[in-house]
Every structure is written in C-alpha cells, then in structure tokens.
C-alpha cells in the first residue's frame, strides 16, 4: 500500500483504465494482509472498515488537498513551492468584483 500511496497525487487525472490497474495491486494487497482469496466476498468492507484503506480515487484526491492545504498553511516543501502559483495571483484567472 505503501508504494501506491507514495507519489499517488501525480496520477490525477489519468484515464479509469489506468486506476483501475492500481486498485487490481491494492486489492491483492487487501488479499494478502487479510488472507482471503480472490473470489471472497466483503473484500470491499474489509477494504473500508477494517484497514481503513481509501479507493484508489479518493486516495489521489486526499493526496491533493494535503498538498494543496500545507501549500496554503506554508508548510509545504520549498520544491513544491517555487511550482505552485495560485490561481488568484494570475490576472486572467482573477474574478473580478463589480460593485451595482
């Protein structure tokens, strides 16, 4: 699980058929850690209740908004720092407030 979680955010955006292969190695991963086979049935619920893992997904998304918060709380590292610009420091992205 370790290896999936690592650099999972740079898998944002990328096709389902490519997730789909990444839940194929946490669901064996899932198999292995609590000795059940293939073709059992509540693979999902020990997924989720018992080891507390998240879907592939939702892990990348997680991933993101840690990210994106330590930016944001200036706790991020300086490497991520010099490649991030928020969107309201770009003129074209600004919304501009208009006053009736």
């Known amino acids: ?33 609590t ?4 073709f059992d049935h509540g693979l999902s619920h020990l997924l989720h209740e018992e080891l507390h893992w998240l ?8 991933k993101l908004g840690v990210t994106v918060h330590r930016y944001l709380q200036n706790k991020a590292p300086e490497y991520l ?4 610009t928020p969107v309201s420091d770009i003129p ?9």
């Open 55 to 62: 879907d592939i997904p939702d892990c990348i998304h997680y």
């Open 35 to 38: 000795g059940t086979h293939t």
């Open 92 to 100: 074209s992205r600004r919304h501009h407030l208009t006053h009736a």
């Open 81 to 84: 720092v010099d490649c991030c």
């Open 1 to 33: 699980m370790s290896r999936v979680d690592y650099c999972n955010a740079i898998f944002a955006g990328l096709p389902r058929y490519i997730t789909d292969k990444l839940k194929c190695g946490l669901n064996a991963a899932v198999r292995l850690v």
